[in-house]
């Protein structure tokens, strides 16, 4: 039982982490599939940001 509750917990916290750099980096596609193969979410934290999403911070128009 708190073998489950520890991993749901794990499982949020990298949701809200490495899924939101993924997400924030321009990485849509891995950051929907990471909700499934979790593992994409570290594979899109490491690699670099899309050209769209560097564009999109340098001007300013992202989210805060």
Do not use: C, N
């Not at 794990?10 to 950051?31: N, P, S």
């Not at 193969?37 to 899109?44: A, D, M, Q, S, Y």
């Amino acid at each position: 039982m708190w073998l489950w509750v520890l991993l749901a917990i794990l499982y949020v916290v990298a949701m809200g982490t490495l899924g939101g750099i993924t997400f924030r980096g321009g990485h849509y596609w891995l950051f929907w599939l990471g909700i499934v193969f979790p593992i994409l979410w570290v594979v899109g934290a490491l690699i670099p940001p899309t050209k769209s999403a560097t564009v999109r911070d340098a001007v300013g128009h992202g989210p805060v």
